[in-house]
């Protein structure tokens, strides 16, 4: 489902008691994702305005509990918008749990652009609020989806939770091998999180705060924030980060990494000496409120920030640069080494194995191997190799990639069926073009056509191979160069709807995507839409760098770009971000923009 196309779904009448100082708090529900109705909280601005604070609340909590910080910040003059979690508060869901912890992250996403479209505040005039959990669920959607908000503050984040127990994460993912459905129970009592005493009893006696919390969440939580810590030179929004000084429930080593890892050009780390977790309910919570006041009321003076682009590029520019130099320590090297003997001996055992070393391991006939991910080897421990092998997180990524590639080529060409438009198609940069060729095999009236093109002629004659085997008409297949202006020049135009998949990380620097991007631009109509990928982030991006070949028989480096980054090259050439949707490991994100006619609508 889309959620930006859904119809409005009215909010309730005010509550009928306001608490402190009378700010209305009227409550409704949207429609996430999943088309899960989740409910959320409203606290109307006193003046007629467009910006608008989110706030997000703790785990284990629910976002009734931040009324007290709405009204605590005195900005009357922003609206307030908080929701329940799924599986919290008056949300539905097992309580404490969810899909995933990037399902999570998703929602926060939906509920801005629902902020976006019913109470028609820019994403550009929105600053969010989050503490402990809830922060990291803010920091990592800003990492992922790279929103153009205003400005974050991160309480208290629960980047590294403080679990007590010796090896409690390898103990945890043991236990979810056996029990998916496994819960713990938080140890943390109400006197571990605030001095305020009031405070610690309505905790106590919040029958809508649930103790517990799912395994599989914990440990979403923790590879999540490990990601987004180790890689917080991919933010570039202003941040102000709240430490607490006498925190039982988190450590404070993490916080400090990350803060000194952001790019953001306004940022502001501050540690409030004795406060307890949970700080906006702190005995002293008006000094940590002012703080943030503050902070708000600076960044949205201040407009929206100049970022220099160089100095976003440089981030993962240097990454690519260190991993065409040899690794550094003997233990790399040795490592590195073994794994690359073993792959060209024992590893040609398996078929995926051997196809990567033959044609490399980024073309399209291993992409189309990853994507059938039916293991196949010489003799049973050929078969084995070959099943680990595409079990690997980043083929597991790919595979991932590939479903959210599927379910945003078939939303916007309901868009065009919906305007009575056959959807005609382009990918510029295709290998075997399998997926494209498998929506129109299933949806062979709303596709009028589909052009396939490539530079290697392996692959096109592989999609026109299966093409003519199902029977498809109306599809092309062409050689091209996607970074060759000239290749472009008889298709003005043409195409309302263009793809992109898997390119712009094989390439270093940002000019010959550029080229891509304007000849791309070219081709479509207006208001037509481009469909792109992208890679932010990867675990396994040295191991990668160092033992496999690419396309061309030469290592195959890499280079990662942020959101951030590639969002802005695609805006440069007259698109408009529509949505982003993020693979569960965090390794690749699809995203859709739209052609637009004026420039200024961005």
């Not at 001996?345 to 006939?365: A, N, V």
């Amino acid at each position: 489902m889309n959620h930006q196309l859904q119809a409005p779904v009215a909010i309730d009448k005010p509550l009928s008691k306001s608490v402190g100082r009378g700010r209305v708090c009227k409550k409704a529900v949207f429609s996430s994702w999943d088309d899960t109705e989740l409910a959320y909280r409203f606290w109307p601005a006193a003046t007629d305005t467009d910006r608008a604070l989110v706030v997000v609340h703790r785990g284990h909590e629910h976002c009734g509990r931040l009324h007290d910080l709405v009204e605590g910040l005195e900005l009357p003059d922003y609206h307030a918008f908080g929701f329940d979690a799924r599986g919290h508060g008056e949300s539905p869901g097992r309580r404490g749990d969810a899909e995933s912890f990037s399902a999570m992250v998703r929602d926060l996403d939906c509920f801005v652009q629902m902020i976006a479209g019913r109470h028609k505040i820019p994403v550009e005039n929105v600053a969010v609020v989050a503490n402990s959990v809830g922060a990291v669920i803010a920091a990592t959607w800003v990492h992922d989806y790279a929103p153009k908000i205003r400005g974050m503050v991160l309480a208290a984040p629960a980047f590294r939770i403080k679990l007590y127990v010796p090896l409690a994460i390898p103990g945890l993912r043991l236990l979810s091998k056996f029990r998916r459905d496994a819960f713990i129970k938080s140890y943390v009592k109400p006197t571990m999180l605030t001095h305020d005493d009031e405070q610690a009893r309505a905790y106590a006696q919040d029958e809508l705060i649930t103790r517990e919390i799912s395994v599989k969440i914990l440990l979403g939580l923790h590879d999540a924030a490990k990601r987004v810590v180790d890689d917080a030179g991919a933010i570039q929004t202003p941040c102000l980060l709240l430490s607490a000084g006498s925190d039982y429930v988190v450590q404070s080593s993490d916080q400090r990494k990350f803060y000194n890892g952001l790019a953001s050009e306004v940022k502001e780390f501050h540690t409030l000496e004795g406060f307890y977790h949970s700080i906006f309910h702190e005995s002293d919570r008006q000094r940590p409120m002012a703080m943030v006041r503050k902070f708000i009321s600076e960044v949205f003076e201040a407009g929206e920030p100049a970022i220099e682009f160089e100095a976003v590029a440089r981030h993962t520019g240097d990454e690519f640069r260190r991993l065409q130099a040899p690794a550094v320590s003997l233990a790399d090297r040795l490592s590195f080494g073994l794994q690359t003997v073993s792959m060209r001996t024992l590893g040609r055992l398996s078929e995926g194995i051997r196809l990567g070393l033959k044609t490399g391991f980024d073309s399209g006939q291993s992409l189309d191997y990853v994507y059938e991910n039916r293991p196949r080897g010489s003799t049973p421990l050929g078969k084995a190799i070959d099943r680990g092998y595409l079990e690997a997180i980043g083929w597991k990524g790919i595979r991932a990639r590939k479903v959210n590639l599927s379910a945003l080529l078939n939303e916007a060409i309901d868009r065009l069926e919906a305007e009575r438009k056959p959807a005609r198609i382009i990918d510029v940069a295709a290998g075997v073009g399998r997926y494209l060729l498998e929506v129109k095999r299933s949806r062979a009236e709303a596709v009028e056509s589909i052009q396939l093109r490539d530079y290697q002629p392996r692959n096109i004659e592989a999609a026109k191979a299966l093409a003519d085997s199902w029977e498809l008409e109306s599809v092309t297949a062409e050689l091209a160069d996607a970074f060759d202006p000239q290749s472009y020049r008889d298709l003005d135009g043409r195409f309302n709807l263009a793809v992109i998949s898997g390119l712009f990380e094989l390439f270093p620097d940002n000019e010959p995507i550029e080229r891509a991007l304007a000849g791309v631009a070219s081709v479509l109509e207006e208001g037509g839409e481009l469909i792109y990928t992208n890679q932010p982030w990867h675990p396994q991006v040295e191991m990668i760098a160092r033992t496999l070949v690419n396309r061309e028989g030469e290592p195959w480096i890499m280079r990662r770009r942020s959101q951030w980054e590639m969002d802005r090259l695609v805006e440069a050439h007259g698109f408009k971000k529509i949505e982003t949707r993020v693979g569960p490991y965090g390794i690749f994100t699809v995203s859709v923009a739209r052609k637009i006619a004026n420039r200024t609508e961005r």
